[in-house]
């Protein structure tokens, strides 16, 4: 496994990688909704927060924490579900870090096309959902900075945001450019250096 991972090539199995891609998937997607509650967090605290606690209660920390997976348990069960129908009479090798959809789309002799506009239109609403999400959380609270009188006290509260709007940067441009675009623009080489930057760079980071 270490040997594969760093010279970026793994053995598929039906049932290994399907599995591997499930995890993945859940844990994509649920990434994008806690960033967006995380959003919604620091949207209360700087434009209410004298009600920060009240709002943001631990019960509705718990249902934001419970509804982000439970988007990813949904994401995970329609697309892998129609992964498993996949058959591979090509090469069992993917030349990739992980299971990920596109490489494995790419060996499959099965007809993608039903899976790829799945795979957008899910990619597509869970950015867009959560994106505007966190759009909407900042912008309401950029509006309070922007009326605080003192530039410290500017400073102060808008560095609380910053590291989260780094990780959002981070985290969405790389998979927005990985999953919602043609698969007849996937680079094996290029994408494979995106997926570490999302998988493994920017979970350090958060």
Do not use: W
């Amino acid at each position: 496994m270490l040997m594969g991972f760093f010279s970026g090539c793994q053995t598929i199995s039906s049932s290994g990688c399907g599995v591997q891609t499930s995890c993945f998937v859940f844990f994509a997607v649920t990434e994008f909704f806690l960033l967006a509650s995380m959003a919604y967090d620091r949207h209360v605290a700087i434009c209410s927060p004298l009600l920060y606690h009240i709002i943001m209660s631990p019960r509705l920390c718990l249902q934001l924490v419970a509804a982000s997976y439970a988007v990813g348990l949904m994401n995970m069960v329609l697309l892998t579900s129609t992964i498993f129908y996949l058959t591979f009479c090509k090469s069992h090798v993917i030349t990739h870090y992980f299971c990920d959809i596109p490489p494995l789309l790419k060996l499959s002799c099965s007809d993608t096309q039903i899976l790829q506009l799945l795979l957008f239109a899910c990619g597509g609403f869970n950015v867009s959902v959560s994106l505007t999400i966190v759009l909407v959380s900042y912008a309401y609270a950029f509006l309070v900075i922007i009326r605080i009188p003192s530039a410290k006290g500017k400073h102060k509260t808008f560095s609380t945001c910053a590291p989260h709007l780094t990780s959002v940067s981070l985290y969405y441009g790389p998979t927005a450019f990985i999953y919602l675009r043609p698969s007849s623009e996937y680079l094996l080489g290029r994408d494979r250096l995106v997926s570490v930057s999302y998988t493994v760079v920017i979970p350090m980071l958060t």
